[in-house]
């Protein structure tokens, strides 16, 4: 049973920092790529960023490159995204995903965590 896990959401003022985890069993963590992408209430789930299986690729929603930065270790399983600077319109549920390929569409991803959620406060 594949089981991706997300840590690390919590409350934080305007210009903070947060790092969320991705931790995942009941895959080959190495050969899927992941992503994470966030859902704001009354809004659609969006892009955040994505990385490949090597963690040789990345890539970036517009509205978050140079603020946040996925990475992850294949040795525990786990991948991350680091947020800085944060801003109240970052405020959203945040889901990390495992796919075939890195993707920025939703649809590219076959298992999805429950989420983690992350407020920005102004």
């Known amino acids: 049973q594949v089981q991706l896990v997300e840590s690390g959401g919590g409350l934080v003022q305007s210009g903070g920092s947060l790092s969320l985890s991705c931790a995942a069993s009941?895959?080959?963590?190495?050969?899927?790529?992941m992503g994470w992408f966030r859902q704001a209430p009354g809004k659609e789930r969006e892009f955040v960023a994505a990385?490949?299986?090597?963690?040789?690729?990345?890539s970036y929603a517009d509205s978050v490159k140079g603020r946040f930065t996925i990475s992850r270790d294949n040795a525990k399983n786990t991948v991350y995204l680091q947020m800085n600077s944060l801003k109240p319109e970052d405020t959203a549920d945040y889901f990390c995903?495992?796919?075939?390929?890195?993707?920025?569409?939703?649809?590219?991803?076959?298992?999805w965590g429950q989420g983690t959620q992350v407020t920005v406060s102004s």
């Open positions: 995903a495992a796919g075939p390929a890195p993707s920025g569409r939703a649809l590219g991803y076959v298992y």
């Open positions: 009941g895959l080959t963590f190495s050969r899927n790529a």
């Open positions: 990385i490949s299986r090597s963690g040789g690729d990345t």
